[in-house]
């Protein structure tokens, strides 16, 4: 299954520095917008019931910048917690289980993240 997000909200960067309340509403959009698409897309059924009962669950993760800005690999990470915990929302499971595999392919506009369940 491929769920494909907007690029994350720039307040959602750990160098954003932000107070957390600034945080709340991008943070439960990002989720609530990833809980979405996860159950819209195609063979999510099949998907989720193909999940093992408990174990690992490899996840490749593929960020496509929206530009050529210079952009620390550990920041996109952590600008993808909340839809992380969308998609393990949608799932039916625990984050913790997820084993990412991340890839950082070249810019496209306006910026996506794909992930490959």
């Not at 954003?16 to 991008?26: E, G, S």
């Not at 969308?86 to 992930?115: C, M, N, Q, T, W």
């Amino acid at each position: 299954m491929i769920i494909t997000l907007s690029w994350p909200d720039k307040r959602l960067s750990p160098n954003a520095r932000l107070h957390w309340r600034a945080k709340v509403k991008p943070k439960q959009s990002a989720r609530d917008g990833a809980a979405w698409l996860t159950a819209a897309a195609p063979g999510f059924q099949d998907a989720k019931a193909a999940l093992p009962a408990a174990g690992p669950i490899p996840v490749k993760v593929t960020f496509f910048p929206p530009d050529r800005r210079h952009r620390d690999d550990d920041n996109m990470i952590a600008s993808f917690k909340a839809a992380r915990d969308g998609i393990a929302s949608a799932l039916g499971v625990d984050d913790r289980r997820f084993r990412p595999e991340y890839h950082f392919a070249e810019p496209e506009k306006p910026g996506r993240i794909e992930v490959i369940l």
